[in-house]
């Protein structure tokens, strides 16, 4: 069976080091504020002005004033601090975020990333994505392999890009990939979901891809 959102999650989760100031993105990304490891210290940023936040709250002890950039309730934390969006921008864009885990339409083999807009549709903006993928040190996707049957792993994004090459890692319900942007070592297959078969990747791939000698 493939990864469910909530193990995609917890997989995304492993990426995460202690020290480190990190970026979720909407969606799936969101729930790995869950999945953090005890006694791990992560600093969660969004680009709404909130730095250091734990996870979602319980039904009934909701805070309208506590919000992540995805419009979502969160929680304090004892780290928690508070500065405006412009101070939040400032440290993504000065290269002060260790991490940044995204949702994607499409990635290309070569790292490239679009997930901000689909021609015709009403898109209010691009949010942050575009400074995130551009300042912080390493960009991982998670999203799901397929969409209508077709694949999101492509050879090159047919839609606006995001952001040229910068995508590290992507997270999948099907498996793990690792993408080697500068090195040009392109796409490698890392890990298989559990009860995810090759032949079901490959036909679900558009993009050309190597398997890790573990698999």
């Given at each position: 069976m493939a990864w469910t959102r909530e193990q995609m999650a917890e997989r995304a989760a492993k990426e995460l080091r202690d020290g480190f100031?990190?970026?979720?993105g909407i969606g799936i990304p969101t729930l790995v504020s869950n999945y953090i490891p005890r006694g791990m210290s992560v600093q969660l940023q969004s680009e709404n002005g909130m730095l250091g936040?734990?996870?979602f709250p319980y039904e009934g002890e909701e805070d309208p004033d506590l919000i992540n950039a995805g419009k979502q309730t969160v929680t304090e934390i004892s780290t928690t601090s508070y500065f405006s969006s412009a101070d939040s921008f400032a440290m993504i864009r000065g290269g002060h975020i260790d991490l940044s885990i995204l949702g994607a339409m499409q990635v290309a083999e070569n790292g490239d990333l679009a997930n901000w807009m689909i021609p015709g549709k009403m898109v209010k903006g691009m949010g942050g994505a575009m400074d995130l993928v551009a300042g912080v040190k390493k960009v991982v996707v998670v999203m799901e392999h397929s969409a209508k049957n077709e694949p999101k792993l492509l050879k090159n994004c047919t839609l606006p890009l995001t952001?040229?090459?910068v995508v590290d890692m992507v997270i999948t319900d099907l498996g793990v990939f690792t993408i080697d942007k500068k090195g040009g070592g392109?796409?490698?297959l890392i890990e298989l979901a559990p009860g995810a078969t090759l032949d079901e990747i490959r036909a679900k791939t558009q993009a050309s891809?190597?398997?890790a000698n573990v698999l």
């Open positions: 100031y990190v970026n979720l936040f734990g996870p952001g040229a090459g392109g796409m490698t891809y190597h398997i």
